[in-house]
Structures are given as structure tokens and as C-alpha cells.
């Protein structure tokens, strides 16, 4: 009878069971990548976090939904924000689970010893590529690279410095890089080139720009990416993991009881234009003016609502239940490649290559070369570049932090567009979760919140 | 008095009436008696009459006894009848005032051998001549009368006010009140019913000390929180275990199947040495339920029927659409103006506005024009007289009770009705009761009971949901927008479409969320038991019990597609959800007792096992792609999510108990229960529950002096442990989902490469493998004094510490866990508690009673998790439990202003963010700087103070009881209030009192809530909502219940051939007097860590009732 007192779930698994196969694992590592597709990460926080604060995106309407987009859009932004925390927590759940099985998989029976490396490598990425989202949005964090065993021993370790995460992030690349393949098996996983363009993207945004071009040179190089003819042809859903996608994170419509798609399109679509729009993180009508009137990709990457208003059209609208989007989100592209390279050779002085590369994107939507010939001309030209080709993917912020030109362009932009707003180096970096300072009084919170 | 008798073989009768005589004393005996004597000799000088009657009776078969001047003569007893007759003994038991008593207990003394009176009072009874009769009834004092030849016994009970003879039912047992050594309230299941409700957790209310009812959300249905002694624990469950007629019931189960009309009484085990005996379920208090019985041998009918109507009896109320219309221009406009005075202004028209870049809620709503100019009959429709209503509720029960002297049987049949106080909304209870005992032999007895229930509910979820919840859904409601079309249809989405162009809120009409949204909940469930009990000797019994609890529900919600959602006009997706999931839940228990007295000597030893398992499931069913409404329910869908869920906990229990008296005076018992669980980690699976407690009654020791002022004294002491289990089934298992459990967050951790779903799995929670019961030690000391024998006072202090607390502790995020169950952590509680009653007190013709309860509890956090000093709580993180403080204290900034110019504002410290028209806010600390570090502590939810008082009064046919329940030093955090009603954000509708109580430089200058501003909403106003000025005092003190009844006089109740009639109006809530603006002062949230969270909770209805209660 005392058997009795022995129960165990049977409609959930136990961990202490669990992970024992290739099977498991695998279904493991799906759970790191679903958990790419969480709201405070790329499933709706992302590109917000990434732009509103920039002169790319505002909010429609600032106090709606406990004002947590315009918080940032104002600079106003409070440490309870629901932004602040979900993109906290869900970076940490999916880092949790690369350091799950990145501490089991040796010890786990692959049918094809490959397909292990890969995964290794496909595991060190994701957990790359979100410290290196973590650190540039709020600085110093909590590092933690082994599987939680005792949630208990985690309490007082407080944060640690940014140049520590970025030491852990660029061994997790380099690592990653020899493990991966260069095709994916299925799309969607991690390839070799997405390492070695996030890996530029790091080195770059380190201003360590010899090892920045080596590794954007290598996925020049590689030959398995191009930039697709038409700029339409990007982010069109049939078009999905093209040859000029190097990572994307998958969203799919009308799978899994509606539970794979994004709510982005919702949630971004200027109010009153469809079901339940928001308004949240809308190109300014600044942003959509500064397009030629014969760039290809006005009209395309941004286009006018109605309405009036701007919104970024990258995300294709769902047909059956609108926040089941279908849209991809792309985390890392060859466009993006390119104008990093052309940066990079721009700081190493090399204009002509700097040029170069940043007329190739130029050409594609269908505009003449580049005028700016010298090194100050041409990093304006670069950064109105990165501007026009990648809104709405949640680079502006980053760009104007790796830039150094973060206060100076916010500051002239408020003060240009009559915004009672002037910003300080505080605001920089984004308040550390208050639940987080509440729960562990070793994590302090950042100066000026 | 000299006699002088000389006599010799003379008749004895003869001699007696010379006696008669010569003594001039009465006689009095039967003549057929001394006729029957043998004759008489006696010689006597001068002697006394003793001394002749002495001679004379020697050897008679005759007893003689004096009293004053009467001599009585009487057959003489058993000395000389060694085989004495069999009696059968007839008659009648009445009150004081005459009327029969039913259900009083005969019984011959010494034996098992007894009976009980019928509806009329009348018994009967075999007895042998000599054998003592004892009358017992609760609420009288116990008769003894000794059997001499009388066939015919008519009998007063007087009524007993030191109630020390009450019967007070114990786990696994029963003992008498003045036995008693532990902390235990008993409720009388009338006092209960006169509060007319589906449950009895409703009707405790103010009833007993230390036991406080939260009618959280007053929705029909909803069970109400029970609390006992203050909150022992931080996350796991706070219920108290409930035991009907023996069967612990497991946690959460629905009260509503059990009838409050079929309750005799109830008994609460508050120190933990009263529930030990109930183990690792006993740590929240043990609430006993006993379920009335047959009343005797011939059968009887009892009818009870009432039915009433039910009101809103809040102080909730809006502004009505032409101040609305100010308000919300008012907001719009200093939006517009505020984020650039210098070059925005008030008179700005639209298209200025838009010029100027003003965002859409910096624009008026185009069409309140007409309402600022003040057009009389515009629509300004009151959405919470359209929600709520005025409500019917109606009760039919039917109980049949009879028997034989072997068997007797208690059957009964209830249907409840009520419909809420919001529209479409109700509860409808049909259940039963079959309840039968059989003597099987001299040895054997056998028990079943059987309660079946079926329950429908017409629900919605009153979560503050707008898409969902109406009662929430009035608060952003404009009263510009009509309930009904012209035509007479529903308006739907009219408030959407006419707010989308300057995004005001996006309601969809709450009279169509709950005309519309079909949301129907049944739950069915049969419980009961059998038992045999073997008595092989007397005082020695065993008895064996199976009991069942199975439970099914099903819910059944759909929504169509010609209805709105919050922020989403209609048409919209039509949804379909349906649940299905069943409970099973059966117990084995084994116990024997022995009772056995010698000398002075009293003992009770009871030892037992038993062992409980339950198991259940659930499918929740989610339809979509319903291509019409044609059909209402998940048929329709043409796509399906599924959710599975199963459980099961067993849990094997070793129970024993010694209760020792030593003349009555000297009382002594303890318990000890072993219990092991599968909810706990594999390392800690068992725990053993202790307790001791000891007794002393003062009053029958010879040093006390005897008086008639304190009449009954005792004194006790207790201590025991109980532990805390209600944990989810699974929780000491690291488990693998495929879902975060992030709340509103939530995400699933399936993904699709490509378009190929693959199936995510990752561990969701932590692995504990010491997971343990918390553990709650209690000390109680108290004392029972009664005064004039009418009198009772008791009064006891409590003081435990929960330690090994089971906490959903918070934990790093960087673990990849947001929480974490672990046993860490220590809460004491401490409070007096006093309870003070009389009854049959007599004033002329009037008879009264009254009973009084005060208690006081007091929490304090001692230790939380190694390193962690706090756990903050709530949307605004404003519930802070900190060691060294109470559980769930409500901090805030102290608000002591409005800021009404930028100069002020630049000369002060203020928070980051602080616009003009926004609150001035102390610096509490001192640092020159306003920030989170200036926020103190308000208090908590948890009152100071719970007292209840109540009277009744009786005069000729007549009776009036009142009941009154307070709770004092309680604060609420009405969410809604803080950051809709009453944030002036222009979002929402005002309430009435911030309207009138706004800042606005022109309108109203003196106002102390800041200044209407919605576009330009400042991250310090969002601050400043977890401030004093919205934190609400909850005390109040309400009329819970009053009755008026009539008893029918019985010579008119004769003539119809009707034992009795009674007719009653009564009133439930019919004054609450409390300063809450809110809907419901009782309102909170279901965690502990954010007790007194209030968000639009259904309120408490004010009902009046008619009934009447017939026996036949």
C-alpha cells in the first residue's frame, strides 16, 4: 500500500526520466527555438524594444496597454515595465534551455555524431545571440552557463560586467562556428554563416573591426548567400528563408490550434486599420518621407494605412485569425551583412570597399550610387542606409549605441520635432526588472532608475 | 406526639388508622395495599410515631417514608422484588413554556438501551422498576428520573444556559462541552439558516471568533474564503479542511453540495490540538459538519420554503454622461496642451491639433459636443443599472425522518434558486440527502449516507477580463451609447466603431457580453458513506468506513461571431470552449474505541487508520473555425485544441487518541497522527502531528467558593502540531511541459521549421525532493467561566508559527525559472479571541438571548528564503511581504498634493516623469529624492479586529433575530478604482466621487485627485497608483441578518392536524455600514501575497426573504 505514496504525473514527464534519448533531445532543442518565438522576444517584444526608443518607430498611442510601448517611446520608462521584464525572463527560460542540453548532450546516444556537433553549435547560438541582446539593452547581467539544479543557489550572485558576457558570447560563436553546417537540414535551423555574421555583428559592435571583417568576409565568402533581386521578394511569406536569410526565427499560420504565428502584425498595424491594432511601434511619417521617390522600397518595407499612417509591411497581414501572423522574423540577413562590412571598411578607412558594399544594397532598390565619398560622409550614408533597408527588424537602437550617437540624434530629433524630451547617458541602458532587484537584493538596478 | 399501642394479630389497616389517630398526621396510601398486608402485633408506650411505624412496617412488603405532617405508604422496593417488572413506560417531554420537544434522548442509565421523542414530545420506553430514565437534549439540562411503578412519565426539561452540557463534536468522536480542552466554536445549524444563502461558509459570517468569511466575489456559486486564525501560509492553500459526517473533503470542493437545511451543527477546530487528529490537512483549521439525523420514531415532514429578492447594496456609482463628457474632454485636452504649453492650446481645433502632431487621444471625442453644451435629453444610458438587477432567490426543502426502534431514516430533498444580482446570471441547486442507521443485532450497527447533487451555473468570470467580465466592462462603458437599437435589438459594437478615430475605449456594450456569451457550468457530484460499527463490549467499538466523493463538471462556453471583444468589433471568430473532467476520491477508515470509567476515573482511548486517494481528469476543449452560429456550442468548430490534465494523491494515514478525567475536574488528552503523502518529495513522505492539551475546572474543587455570580470556571491549555499538503499533486517533480507558465505572457514551446511543426518539451518547474508539509505549532490557552448558570464566557490566546512553509518562492530568473515551491520560511500569527453568550434570559413575557464574539489576530513574516528578505507582489508591486512585517502589506507613496505649476514641480523633489497636474508626493526618507525607497506601508487586508454580535427576543409568538458581523483595520487595493475609476487617465468612466474631487485649474481648483490627462499619461501618475490615496479602509460593520418570525398557535395548528407552523420575513446584509466606494468590501484576490487586491468583485447582495417552515 505505501506504493501508493509513490505517484508520478501521467500527462506531464518528469525531467529525471526525461532526456535520456535523441528523441528527447531533440524535442528539447525545439523548446529553445520555441521559446525564440515567446512575446519578449521575437514574438512581439524585439523590434519594439529595438526601435521605439529610436527616431525609427513611435507609439500610436503612448497609455494604451499600461503605456509599456510608450514608456519607452517617452523615455519614461519604469523598471516594472511588462517589456522590461518578459524580455528579461523569456531570454533567461530559453537560455536555460541551450544550458540544458548543452550539459546533457554528450552523454546522449545520436544516431549521427554530426547531427550532434550541429546541434552543440545550433544551442551555443541561440544562447549567443540573446546574451548579446541582454547585455546591449541592459548591460551588466547575471551570466549563467550550467543547468539549474538548485534554483536557491542563484540567490546574491548579483550581475556580472558587460565585457565578461561579451567574453562568453564570442567563445559560444567561435565554438559554434566549426560545429555548424553550412545547409541547414530543415529551415530555420542554424547555419554556419548566421555564427559568423553574429559573431561580425559583435566584433563590430565592439569597434573590433579587423576581426568584424574577417568574419563578415567569411559569409561573404561562403557563397550561399545572395541578396534577392527585388526588395519585395525579401520578406514575401512564400519566399521564406531565402538565400538572403542567415537567420530567421519560423512563424507559420493556422498550425498548432493557431498557436505558431506572430501577433506582430496585430499589434504593429496603426489603430482602426484592422481588428484589435494597437498602433505600437509605427514607422514616423518622418522615416517613410525619407525615401526617394524611385526607392524601390517605399511603398514595400513601408507603406501608408488608410488612415495615413505609416506601418512596416515587412509583416504580412494573417487571412484567418489576425494574431496568427505568418511572417518570419529575421533575425540576421545578407542586406545587413553587406552595410556591416561597409561600415567596417569605412572605420578601417577603406571608403572605395565601404562604398562598394553599401551601393549593392543601393543598387536593389533601385537607386544610383552612393555620393558621399569621404569617411564622415559615408558612416551618415551607411547609418541612413541601415535606416531604410532594415526598419522594423530592431536594429536602429542598437546602431545608435554602437555608434556613440545615441544622445546626440535623439536629442536634435526631439528638439526638431517640438518633443519635450531631452535624454541623458542613463538612458542608455534600460532598467534591470524590478521583480528582479525585488527578488535578489544582489542585483542592483541601473544608475538613474 | 406520645403513641401507646398494644396490638396483637391485628389487621394492619386497623392499626394504621389508630395511628392515624393518635398522631393527627396524614396518611396517605393505596387501601388495596394494606388490605393485602399480613396482620400486626405491636406493644408501645409513650413512643415515638417513628418508632411505632418502625415496629409496624418490619417484615411488611410495605415502605413507609414521613414528609412534614404526611406519611406516605408504598409498596417496598427491590429488596423484596429481586425480579423487578418490566415497565413500559409512555409520556410526553415539554420546554418550560409547555411546547413538546422533539429529539430528546432517553436513555436507561448504564445501558445502551434508550429512545428519543418524537415531533410531539412523546416517547416511549422499556424499563425495569428502579432503573434511572436520563433526558438529554442539547440546550437543556439533563434530567434523571427514577422509574418507581409509573407507566405514565410526563417530563419538564428546563433549558440549560451554561450549555457546558452541549455536545461538541471532535475529530473521529464527540465529547461534552465541559469536557472540552481545545479551541472549538459550535454553530447551531439554526442560528445558520437564518442567513437565507447556497452554502453554510455564507451563514458563518460573524458567527465565530477567530473565523473570518470573505464573500470575495458575492457571484451565486462562488464559495466564499475561509480563514481561521489568520494566514499560516504565503502559497500554498489557505482553506480549512472540511469533514462532512466524518468524510474529509478535499480541497476546493464546491460547498454548494452541501444543503445548509440538512446542517444540525457545526463545529470549528481551531488550535492545532483539535485538528492534529486530522494531520498534514489540519495546519488552515478543521470545519465538522453535522448533518441532522431522523428525530424520532414516528415519521415526520418538515417543509421549509422562502423566497425574496436580492439588490445591489453597494456605494460603487459613475458620473453620468454629461459630467463623463467633461471629464473626458477635460483629459483629452490637457493631453493636447500638456506635452507642449508653450505652443498648444485649449481651443486648438481638430485639424490644428492634428497639424500640431497631437496623437489620437489628444483629439476630443468628436461627438460629445451636444453633451458640454449641455443639449438636455441626450442618450446617457446608466450601465450599471443595466447590469445589475434586482434578483429572485427561492428554496423548497422537503425532509422525511422517522424510524423504528432498530432502524431510522433521514431523507430530504432541496432545490435552490438564485438568480444573481448581475443580469443573466444565477445558480440553480437541486440535491439530496439519504442518510439511514440500523441497529442489526445487539452488536451490530450499520450507517449510509448519501448526498447527491446536481448544480447549474449560469457564470462568467468576473476577472476583470473586458472581453469577458461585465461587471468590469461597465467601467470603461460610455453612457453615450444606448443598450438597445431603435428597433429593440442589441446595440453591439456601437462604442467601438464611434471611439476608434481618437481611440477612446474600445467596449463592446456589457448588456450583449451577457445576453450573447453562453457560460454554463454544471457540476454533479454524489458523496457518502457506510459504516459498521462492532460493539462486542460496552464502551468498546469498532467501526469500519468507506466513503466516496465523485464529482464530475462540465462547461459548456460559446461565443458568436455577432459580438464584439474588447478593442475588436463584431463580426469576430466565434469561439467555443468546453470542459469535461471528473473527480473520484474514496477513503477506507478503521477505528476502535474504548470508553471505560472506574473509580473516578474516566477514559476514552480511540487508534485508527485510514487511507485516502483521489484522482482525477480534465479535457478542455477549444473550438475554432465556426463558420456560423447555427450551433451554440464546440459541435460547431471546425478545429480543435485539446488540454489534458490528470492527477492522483493518496495519502495513508495512523491516528491515535487518549482522553483521561479524573473526577471530573482533572482533564487530560492526546493525539498523535502519522500521515504519509504522495505530494511530497521522495525523501520526506512522512510526518508525525502531535498534541497535548490539559484541563482544569476550578469551580468543582471544594476550595472554590460556591456563589451564584461564576457558576462554572475551567481552565485550559493546548498544544499541537497540524501540517499544510495543498500543494499541487506533482510539485516536487522537476516536470517537462510544453508551455511556460508565464501568466498573460504565456508562450508554447512547439516550433515550426519551415512549416514543419516539431514538438518542444522543456522542464517547467524545479525538482524538490525534500518537499514537505508546512507545519503549523500552535499554543492556545483559555479559559470557560459561566456566570448566574446563564452566562458563558470563553476567551483564549493563540499564538503558532507555520515554519517549513510551502512558498511558490520567486526566484532569479536567471535559473530559467520564475518560481520555485520550496518549504522555507516561518509566518506566526497571535490573537485573543472571546465569545460570549446567554440564552432564555426572561424579561416580563419577553425571552432573550444574545451572543457576542471579538477576536484579534496579528501576522508576522519571521524568515523567508536563505538570503531573501521580501517578496513584492501585484501589477504594481505594491504587496509586499517582508520579514519582520505581516503577509501582504499594501506600500505606497504618501500623496500629500497636487502639483499645480512647473515651478513647483522644479522645486521639489518629485518622481522621474511628474507632470503639472500630477500628485506631489512625499519624501518620506528624507534623501531629497522621490522614489521607490519613499514608499511605506499602509496596512494589510488581514483586519485587526473581526466581531460579530446577535440577539434574539421571543415574546408569545413571536421572535426577532439579529445578527451582526464587523471587521475593523482592514485595507483594500482596488485595482480598478486606483488606475480606471479613479486614476483621471480619461480612459475610463469617472466615479462619481472623483469627479467631484478631480483637480482642474478652471472647473474645479480645490480637487485632490490629479488633474484628467489621457494621451499624455505620466510613468509617475502610473507610480502613483500604488499610493494612500487608493488605499481604501474595507472595515465595516454589517446587519447580516434579521428574522422576524410567528409560531402558529398550536390550537390552531391542531385543528389542521399540523405539529407546527412558523412564518418568518427576514432581511440578509440590510445595513452595511463602511466608508469602501468599491463594490465589495470583502473583495480580494485568491493568493495570499495579494490579499485585499480588489478588481470590479461582484458585491454582496442586500436580499429580502419571505418564508415559512411547516412540520406535519
Known amino acids: 500500500c505505501k506504493k501508493e505514496l509513490y505517484q508520478n504525473p501521467s500527462t506531464s514527464k518528469d525531467i529525471s526520466k526525461f532526456l535520456s534519448n535523441q528523441k528527447e533531445t531533440e524535442e528539447y532543442i525545439a523548446a529553445a527555438y520555441g521559446n525564440l518565438q515567446s512575446p519578449g522576444l521575437y514574438g512581439l517584444y524585439f523590434p519594439a524594444f529595438a526601435e521605439i526608443p529610436s527616431d525609427n518607430t513611435f507609439d500610436e498611442v503612448p497609455s494604451n496597454d499600461n503605456a509599456v510601448y510608450g514608456q519607452l517611446d517617452k523615455f519614461s520608462t519604469i523598471s516594472s515595465n511588462d517589456i522590461v521584464e518578459t524580455t528579461w525572463r523569456d531570454a533567461y527560460q530559453a537560455i536555460q534551455k541551450t544550458n540544458v542540453v548543452l550539459s546533457r548532450i554528450d552523454q546522449i546516444d545520436y544516431s549521427d555524431a554530426a547531427l550532434r556537433q550541429s546541434r552543440k553549435g545550433e544551442m551555443m547560438f541561440i544562447r549567443a545571440l540573446l546574451y548579446f541582446n541582454l547585455v546591449r539593452l541592459y548591460g551588466d547581467v547575471p551570466l549563467v552557463t550550467a543547468e539549474t539544479t538548485d534554483p536557491n543557489l542563484l540567490f546574491g550572485k548579483g550581475r556580472q560586467p558587460v565585457n565578461e558576457v561579451y567574453e562568453q558570447i564570442k567563445a559560444d560563436l567561435t565554438a559554434a562556428i566549426p560545429l555548424l553546417p553550412n545547409v541547414p537540414a530543415q529551415p530555420g535551423r542554424v547555419i554556419k554563416t548566421a555564427a559568423q555574421g553574429l559573431l561580425g555583428k559583435v566584433y563590430l559592435t565592439l569597434r573590433d573591426y579587423t576581426n568584424a571583417k574577417a568574419q563578415l568576409s567569411a559569409v561573404l565568402n561562403s557563397g550561399k548567400h545572395s541578396l534577392m533581386s527585388r526588395p519585395q521578394d525579401v520578406f514575401a511569406v512564400a519566399n521564406e528563408n531565402n538565400n538572403e536569410i542567415l537567420f530567421a526565427v519560423q512563424f507559420t499560420s493556422g498550425v498548432n490550434g493557431n498557436a505558431e504565428g506572430s501577433s506582430m502584425f496585430q499589434q504593429y498595424s496603426p489603430s482602426a486599420t484592422v481588428t484589435g491594432a494597437k498602433g505600437h511601434n509605427l514607422p514616423t511619417l518622418n522615416l517613410y518621407n525619407l525615401y526617394a521617390s524611385n526607392d524601390l522600397r517605399k511603398g514595400v518595407y513601408v507603406t501608408l494605412a488608410s488612415t495615413g499612417s505609416p506601418f512596416d509591411n515587412k509583416l504580412t497581414a494573417p487571412t484567418t485569425i489576425i494574431t496568427d501572423g505568418p511572417s518570419d522574423f529575421v533575425v540576421l540577413r545578407y542586406a545587413d551583412v553587406l552595410l556591416m562590412l561597409a561600415e567596417t571598411e569605412n572605420e578601417l578607412a577603406n571608403t572605395a570597399a565601404a562604398a562598394q558594399y553599401l551601393n549593392m544594397i543601393r543598387t536593389r532598390a533601385g537607386l544610383t550610387g552612393t555620393a558621399a565619398v569621404s569617411q564622415a560622409g559615408l558612416r551618415d550614408a551607411i547609418a541612413l542606409e541601415r535606416r531604410l533597408e532594415l526598419i522594423g527588424e530592431g536594429h536602429r537602437w542598437f546602431d545608435l549605441l554602437r555608434t556613440g550617437t545615441a544622445l546626440q540624434v535623439m536629442n536634435q530629433y526631439f528638439r526638431d520635432n517640438n518633443i519635450q524630451i531631452t535624454i541623458d547617458q542613463h538612458h542608455l541602458l534600460m532598467p534591470v526588472p524590478q521583480s528582479q532587484v525585488n527578488t535578489d537584493p544582489s542585483i542592483k538596478q541601473n544608475i538613474g532608475y | ?1112
Not at chain 2, 356 to 370: C, F, I, M
Not at chain 2, 888 to 899: C, F, P, S, V
Open chain 2, 1 to 1112: 406526639q406520645n403513641i401507646s399501642l398494644s396490638e396483637r394479630n391485628a389487621p394492619f389497616e386497623e392499626v394504621i388508622s389508630k395511628l392515624k389517630k393518635q398522631s393527627g398526621y396524614v396518611f396517605w396510601y393505596e387501601s388495596k395495599l394494606l388490605k393485602q398486608a399480613p396482620a400486626v402485633s405491636i406493644s408501645i408506650r409513650n413512643g415515638s410515631l417513628k418508632q411505632a411505624l418502625d415496629i409496624l412496617f418490619k417484615g411488611q412488603p410495605l415502605d413507609y417514608s414521613i414528609v412534614d405532617n404526611t406519611v406516605v405508604i408504598n409498596k417496598k422496593t427491590s429488596r423484596l422484588n429481586p425480579l423487578p417488572a418490566m415497565l413500559n413506560i409512555s409520556g410526553k417531554v415539554r420546554d418550560e413554556k409547555g411546547l413538546p420537544l422533539p429529539n430528546v434522548t432517553i436513555t436507561v442509565k448504564g445501558t445502551q438501551k434508550g429512545t428519543i421523542t418524537d415531533k410531539n414530545g412523546s416517547f416511549n420506553v422499556a424499563a425495569s422498576q428502579n432503573d434511572v430514565l436520563v433526558f438529554s437534549s442539547i440546550g437543556y439540562k439533563k434530567l434523571e428520573v427514577k422509574v418507581i411503578s409509573q407507566t405514565e412519565m410526563n417530563v419538564v426539561l428546563e433549558m440549560d444556559q451554561s450549555q457546558l452540557n452541549d455536545v461538541v463534536v471532535i475529530g473521529y468522536g464527540k465529547q461534552s462541552r465541559e469536557k472540552v480542552t481545545d479551541a472549538i466554536t459550535t454553530v447551531k445549524g439554526s442560528a445558520l439558516n437564518q442567513y437565507s444563502g447556497s452554502n453554510f461558509a455564507q451563514q458563518l459570517a460573524g458567527k465565530a471568533a477567530g473565523v473570518i468569511i470573505n464573500d470575495a466575489s458575492a457571484q451565486p456559486g462562488t464559495d466564499p474564503q475561509i480563514v481561521i486564525r489568520g494566514i499560516g501560509t504565503l502559497t500554498a492553500g489557505r482553506s480549512p479542511l472540511i469533514v462532512v459526517d466524518g468524510f474529509p473533503l478535499s480541497e476546493g470542493s464546491s460547498l454548494n453540495s452541501i444543503n445548509p437545511q440538512d446542517i444540525a451543527s457545526i463545529d470549528v477546530l481551531k488550535d492545532a490540538a483539535s485538528a492534529a487528529i486530522y494531520g498534514s490537512r489540519a495546519a488552515n483549521g478543521v470545519i465538522l459538519i453535522t448533518s441532522k439525523k431522523s428525530s424520532g420514531d414516528k415519521v415526520s415532514v418538515s417543509l421549509d420554503v422562502y423566497s425574496g429578492l436580492q439588490e445591489r447594496n453597494d456605494k460603487h456609482q459613475y458620473a453620468d454622461a454629461y459630467q463623463s463628457a467633461q471629464f473626458l474632454t477635460e483629459a483629452r485636452d490637457w493631453a493636447y496642451v500638456s506635452k507642449d504649453p508653450n505652443n498648444r492650446n485649449i481651443s486648438d481645433d481638430r485639424s490644428t491639433r492634428i497639424g500640431k502632431g497631437a496623437g489620437l487621444r489628444e483629439l476630443r471625442l468628436n461627438y460629445l459636443q451636444p453633451y458640454l453644451d449641455h443639449q438636455p435629453g441626450l442618450t446617457n444610458t446608466d450601465w450599471s443599472d443595466e447590469v445589475f438587477r434586482t434578483a429572485p432567490m427561492s428554496s423548497y426543502n422537503l425532509a422525511v425522518s422517522g424510524g423504528s426502534c432498530k432502524t431510522n431514516f433521514y431523507v430530504s430533498a432541496n432545490y435552490f434558486k438564485q438568480d444573481g444580482i448581475v443580469i443573466e446570471n444565477g445558480l440553480e441547486c437541486y440535491s439530496g440527502t439519504i442518510k439511514m442507521e440500523s441497529k442489526l443485532s445487539r452488536m451490530f450497527t450499520f450507517a449510509l449516507s448519501i448526498n447527491p447533487s446536481l448544480n447549474k451555473g449560469r457564470y462568467f468570470s468576473n476577472n476583470a477580463n473586458n472581453s469577458n467580465d461585465l461587471v468590469s466592462d461597465i467601467t470603461i462603458s460610455y453612457p453615450f451609447f444606448p443598450v438597445y437599437n431603435a428597433d429593440g435589438s442589441l446595440a453591439i459594437s456601437q462604442q467601438i466603431k464611434t471611439n476608434t478615430p481618437e481611440d477612446g475605449a474600445l467596449a463592446e456594450n456589457p448588456v450583449a457580453l451577457a445576453k450573447k456569451i453562453k457560460n454554463n457550468l454544471n457540476d454533479t457530484r454524489v458523496f457518502g458513506n457506510t459504516s459498521l460499527s462492532f460493539e462486542p463490549l460496552a464502551g468498546l467499538k469498532f467501526k469500519t468506513l468507506l466513503g466516496a466523493d465523485i464529482r464530475s463538471n462540465f462547461y459548456d462556453y460559446f461565443r458568436p461571431s455577432d459580438i464584439g471583444a474588447y478593442r475588436a468589433a463584431a463580426p469576430q471568430p466565434a469561439s467555443a470552449i468546453e470542459t469535461n473532467g471528473h473527480v473520484y476520491n474514496y477513503i477506507t477508515e478503521n477505528t476502535v474505541n474504548y470508553t471505560k470509567s472506574f473509580g473516578l476515573h474516566d477514559f476514552d482511548v480511540l487508534a485508527g487508520y485510514t487511507f485516502q486517494s483521489e484522482n482525477g481528469a480534465s479535457t478542455i476543449l477549444t473550438g475554432s473555425g465556426i463558420p456560423d452560429n447555427k450551433i451554440d456550442n464546440i459541435a460547431g468548430a471546425s478545429a480543435y485544441t485539446a488540454i489534458s490534465d490528470r492527477y492522483q494523491w493518496s495519502q495513508i494515514s495512523y491516528l491515535a487518541r487518549l482522553q483521561y478525567a479524573y473526577a471530573n475536574k482533572y482533564l487530560l488528552s492526546a493525539t498523535l497522527r502519522r500521515d504519509g503523502s504522495s505530494r511530497f518529495g521522495e525523501n520526506n513522505k512522512w510526518g508525525n502531528f502531535p498534541s497535548v492539551t490539559a484541563g482544569y475546572i476550578l469551580s468543582r474543587e471544594a476550595f472554590f467558593p460556591k456563589n451564584k455570580v461564576v457558576t462554572f470556571a475551567k481552565l485550559r491549555a493546548s498544544w499541537g502540531s497540524a501540517g499544510n499538503n495543498q500543494i499541487g499533486s506533482y510539485s516536487s517533480k522537476a516536470l517537462i511541459g510544453s508551455a511556460s507558465a508565464n501568466g498573460a505572457n504565456d508562450y508554447n514551446f512547439n516550433y515550426v521549421f519551415g512549416n514543419t511543426l516539431s514538438p518542444g518539451f522543456a522542464a517547467t518547474t524545479t525538482a524538490n525532493n525534500n518537499l514537505t508539509w508546512e507545519t503549523k505549532t500552535s499554543t492556545d490557552i483559555g479559559i470557560d467561566l459561566a456566570f448566574f448558570e446563564k452566562l458563558n464566557l470563553t476567551a483564549d490566546y493563540y499564538h503558532s508559527v507555520t515554519k517549513n512553509l510551502l512558498l511558490n518562492v520567486p526566484v532569479p530568473e536567471q535559473s530559467g525559472f520564475t518560481n520555485s515551491i520550496q518549504n522555507i520560511g516561518k509566518v506566526s500569527n497571535h490573537g485573543f479571541e472571546f465569545e460570549l453568550s446567554a440564552s432564555n434570559l426572561k424579561a416580563g413575557a419577553f425571552r432573550l438571548g444574545f451572543n457576542a464574539n471579538l477576536a484579534t489576530n496579528e501576522n508576522k513574516v519571521l524568515a523567508l528564503a536563505p538570503g531573501q528578505t521580501q517578496i513584492i507582489q501585484g501589477a504594481k508591486s505594491n504587496f509586499v511581504t517582508k520579514v519582520g512585517g505581516p503577509v501582504a502589506a499594501l506600500y505606497g507613496y504618501n500623496i500629500t498634493g497636487i502639483y499645480k505649476t512647473q515651478e513647483q514641480i522644479n522645486n521639489s523633489p518629485h518622481l522621474t516623469g511628474t507632470l503639472v497636474g500630477d500628485y506631489l508626493v512625499a519624501d518620506t526618507n528624507g534623501d531629497g529624492l522621490v522614489d521607490s525607497r519613499d514608499q511605506v506601508s499602509y496596512g494589510t487586508y488581514n483586519p485587526k479586529f473581526t466581531y460579530g454580535f446577535g440577539a434574539n427576543i421571543a415574546f408569545r409568538q413571536f421572535e426577532l433575530n439579529l445578527a451582526f458581523n464587523g471587521i475593523q483595520g482592514r485595507k483594500i487595493y482596488d485595482l480598478g478604482l486606483a488606475t480606471l475609476d479613479e486614476s483621471g487617465e480619461g480612459f475610463a468612466l469617472p466615479s462619481l466621487y472623483y469627479f467631484q474631487n478631480r483637480y482642474h485649474p478652471v472647473n474645479n481648483p480645490d480637487g485632490i485627485y490629479a488633474q484628467p490627462n489621457l494621451g499624455n499619461y505620466s510613468s509617475a501618475r502610473r507610480l502613483t497608483h500604488a499610493a494612500n490615496l487608493f488605499y481604501y479602509s474595507g472595515d465595516y460593520l454589517r446587519l447580516r441578518s434579521a428574522q422576524l418570525a410567528y409560531n402558529l398557535p398550536d390550537a390552531l395548528t391542531s385543528k389542521m392536524k399540523i405539529s407546527h407552523i412558523r412564518v418568518y420575513v427576514s432581511a440578509n446584509n440590510l445595513f452595511t455600514w463602511t466608508k469602501f466606494r468599491g463594490y465589495n468590501p470583502d473583495a480580494t484576490s485568491n493568493s495570499v501575497l495579494t490579499d485585499g487586491l480588489s478588481n470590479a468583485n461582484y458585491p454582496v447582495a442586500r436580499s429580502f426573504i419571505f418564508g415559512a417552515n411547516v412540520i406535519f
